[in-house]
């Protein structure tokens, strides 16, 4: 698979040293997104560098675009490239925002554009084995799941906000992808500012499925990372530990079995099982449900954060973002726009309305003037213009809610989502 590259994030690096251990795969380009992209490619002669993301534009010969990191250049130049017709490789970032994904999801329903997410915890060998093992049901159903993580910080110092929410963004997908499609999250955050906290807890539920809890906070010991799943019947448990492999040292997934057999990932390896995975979709049509996927560990972020600030559990309610959806948000948006105006125009119309006597008012005055005795005809009405002017304005107060109805009847007529992975879900 021939591949271009536009990323600046540290996390494609297992896909860099895949791509550099298998000869099926090949980075023909990469463009110099932010210094720490140059350097996350020193010493990898063989890439050619351009400077334009334009470039990828036109370049031939190239299978998928591997995307990655934050910043806005580059995040702009992912939605040209994809709504140009390129197949884009994603790596998710929590700094992206769900925003852009939204933006990414509605290209990819108009174009057909293929956006696969490069997640290759999915392939590791220890928590494939885990999902397997809690799959086959001989150790009784799942009671909780418990993901814990401590980082060795200085005395007196906390943990950065986006260097948690970095952490629990594949967490969350790894947390759904073992336990299903939860629905529920809160999340607490104690010793918490702007910018920092001491330890943060989410935890996950969802009708008919075993909770979820995730931990993270500073500690001056090692750093720990344990997955842990409670069954009827025992329990395993997943470590991340130093292994010595064909790599060198690396932090890898050790899962210790309730036998205790262990079986080690290797996250080279699984980064390329999971390239060779989408080489072999590329031919076909994209029924993944990878990227729908990936849309709802953003939205389940997104929940943590409303947790904290509103001090309780948020109900998630996904949604296709699709054209459809997306013209019905804004029509609601609309809606609840017009109607407030109409009513501030309503009141202000009664007030200026109020200032105006109305024919059968003057008419009354003029009789009880005395002057009806010497003239059969009353005189010419010095409000007459205004009256004329006021019914004019009744007709605009309720035009902008005339309009707004009228364009209901373009909803039924709006483009559904027809792609396969979205009448899969």
Known sequence: MRLALLCDDPAIIPCLDAITADSAHEIVMAV???????????????????ERWEDLLVARGIDAILVGGHEPTALEAVKQLAAAGHTILFIPDAAQGSTFLYELSLIRD???????????????????????LLREGSFGAVKLIQLERTFCMPPNMALRQTIVDD????DLDLLRWLGGDYNQATAIRTGATDESLLTQTVTLAGRGLPEATWQMGATSGPSVSALTIHTERGQFVAKQELVVGLNGLSCEWVLTEPGGAQ?????????????????SSLAQPDSSAAWPDL????????????SVTRRR??????????????????????????LTTTLMLMLAYLAVASL????????????QSGTAALNSVPPASNWRHARTALAYARLLVFTPLAIFLALQLLYPLSRP?????????
């Open 167 to 170: 952490v629990l963004l594949p």
């Open 417 to 425: 989502t027809t792609t396969a992975a979205d009448t899969s879900r």
């Open 356 to 367: 105006v006597p109305s024919e059968e008012t003057e008419r009354l005055q003029w009789l």
């Open 110 to 132: 108009d174009n057909r554009v293929k956006l696969i997410p490069a997640l290759c915890h999915r392939r590791n060998s220890a928590l494939v084995r885990l999902q397997a």
């Open 263 to 279: 079986v080690i990932g290797d996250r080279v390896t699984a980064a390329r099982e999971c390239l060779d995975e989408i080489e």
């Open 295 to 306: 849309v709802k560990v953003f939205e389940t972020l997104d929940a943590t954060r409303r």
């Open 32 to 50: 110099s997104v932010s210094p720490l992209g140059a350097e996350l490619l020193r010493g990898r002669s063989e890439i050619r560098l351009v």
């Open 313 to 338: 559990t948020i109900d998630l309610h996904f949604e296709p973002m699709s054209e459809r959806a997306a013209f019905k948000t804004q029509m609601i948006a609309m809606g609840c726009g017009v």
